[in-house]
């Protein structure tokens, strides 16, 4: 049986920095999600453990080439550009897909005590061979923080991640950052849109 799995948190900091010890993220605009994969079944689960109801998508991801396996990630829905559109995902107006963006356990292997970097790689692999077009690997860049939160200021997207290239996955001691483009249209009006849903 998988075991029960604290997400790591994420701190919101203000600026952008350049580290050769970090890694840099799209911060892709969706609903936080860790995948439970076994016995050809996928939960989805919220960072606080809730169920998420994607059954379309719960059925891909159980086709993975895994025995067993626990997926972090961001369940998004995409324009045509590869733009995260959070409106058609929370309305179910489009088919989303899962982001990975770390691996956590693969047949029986707890992989949280291995170097984030070399967790992506496997996870790399994994997304590749897995031949499955809703599962996405997110990809990252290193050190260059700055350049990378430009790029996504100019192109409207939400923010950037920063993760510690060699840390454990630990909730209790986050080594992840997030910045957020501070003219992200997209937010406009979402603690209200958020709230008549709830």
């Known amino acids: 049986m998988l075991p029960k799995i604290a997400p790591m948190e994420l ?13 840099f993220e799209l911060k892709h605009d969706g609903f ?28 891909e991801l159980a086709k993975l080439p895994a025995e067993s396996t626990i997926l972090d990630g961001e369940i998004v829905c995409l324009n045509e550009h590869g733009v995260s559109q959070f409106n058609q995902l ?8 899962f ?21 992506k790689s496997r996870l790399a692999q994994l997304v590749k061979t897995a031949g499955c077009p809703r599962l996405l690997d997110a990809q990252h860049i290193e ?10 200021c100019s192109r409207h997207l939400e923010g950037i991640v920063a993760k510690r290239s ?12 997030k910045i957020k483009n501070p003219s992200y249209s997209q937010a406009e009006g979402r603690h209200e849109l958020l709230t008549k849903r709830s």
Request: charged letters at 30%; proline letters at 4%; a positive charge.
């Open 143 to 152: 050190a260059n923080g700055k350049q990378r939160f430009c790029d996504v």
């Open 90 to 97: 929370l309305g179910g107006k489009a088919e989303p897909v």
């Open 99 to 119: 982001y990975a963006f770390d691996l956590l356990w693969l047949d029986g292997s707890d992989f949280r005590d291995v170097p984030l970097i070399e967790r």
């Open 166 to 177: 060699r840390s454990s996955y630990r909730a209790s001691r986050s080594a992840w950052l």
């Open 32 to 59: 936080r999600g860790l995948a439970y994969i076994e016995n050809e079944e996928c939960r989805l689960v919220s960072r606080r453990y809730r169920g998420l109801r994607f059954p379309s998508l719960a059925a």
């Open 11 to 23: 701190r919101l900091v203000r600026d952008a920095f350049d580290d050769p010890a970090y890694i």
